[in-house]
């Protein structure tokens, strides 16, 4: 009966159906926050939302792999690599005034350009590579022989997105420039972020590509560094001695 005295007995079957109790409800709330960790962690992901599964990432152990294509554009890898830029002295007669905190690396093999310091600096082939840690921009610097500008901009993106190197491509642009010309593109990399990719090829004459890569979202921000960089740009001449 509800009023009678509760006895030894009755108050060990409560503490033991409190203690059911709780553990029901410790696992219950263990439940939610394990559903929660696991929503949150899909949301970065939405592949991983879709399957269920964790979503990969291959160019983080290599460029590359069994069925994942190369990078399409040289210097092009999701990993910051490389040696910090050495400092080098500016050019006698620069073409554009850089802002505070930038230098001019030294070792670049033949031409003078502008960084922000605290770049880094890698060799790939016959490509000098340079990539911000902090926004995780790359930049490329390669010898160009010469010849039509237009067309070997196109008979690169034939090559390219026939061999399945740039997945879901959006060509905004590809003509003339000037003397030389320019092949701006976006792609998906193979672990599902948008990039977005700028190609620069001076005219007739041997001179020296340059290239921009990074984010699609990071896009309005590295274009107007890029503006600075680009023109700062030049072939360092030979060391005059006295005859």
């Known amino acids: 009966p509800p009023d009678r005295p509760l006895d030894a007995e009755d108050q060990k079957r409560l503490r033991r159906w409190g203690l059911a109790v709780g553990a029901v409800l410790l696992a219950v709330a263990t439940g939610v926050g394990t559903a929660l960790a696991v929503t949150d962690g899909a949301d970065e992901h939405p592949e991983a939302r879709r399957s269920g599964e964790a979503v990969a990432r291959p160019w983080d152990h290599q460029p590359g792999g069994p069925g994942v294509p ?5 210097c092009v890898r999701p990993d910051v690599t490389g040696t910090p830029v050495r400092k080098g002295p500016p050019p006698e007669d ?5 802002p ?10 033949g031409f003078h350009i502008a960084l922000p310091a605290g770049w880094l600096q890698l060799r790939s082939g ?10 995780r921009r790359i930049l490329g610097v390669e010898p160009y022989p010469g010849g039509d500008p237009v067309g070997r901009l196109r008979s690169s993106e034939r090559d390219l997105t026939s061999a399945g190197r740039l997945p879901q491509y ?3 642009r590809l003509a003339a420039d000037g003397p030389g010309a320019e092949w701006e593109c976006r792609w998906t990399a193979p672990y599902g972020e948008r990039m977005r990719a700028l ?3 001076p005219g007739q004459r041997a001179g020296w590509t340059l290239g921009l890569t990074t984010s699609d979202a990071d896009w309005a921000d590295a274009s107007k560094q890029f ?7 030049g072939t360092v001449r030979p060391t005059r001695t006295a005859g």
């Open 170 to 172: 959006e060509k905004i």
């Open 199 to 201: 190609r620069v090829l």
């Open 126 to 135: 016959d490509t000098t590579c340079f990539q911000d840690p902090a926004t």
């Open 227 to 233: 503006a600075v960089i680009r023109a700062s740009l």
């Open 100 to 109: 505070a905190g930038w230098v001019w690396p030294a070792d670049t093999g």
């Open 70 to 74: 190369p990078p399409p554009f040289p």
């Open 94 to 98: 620069p073409a554009v005034n850089v």
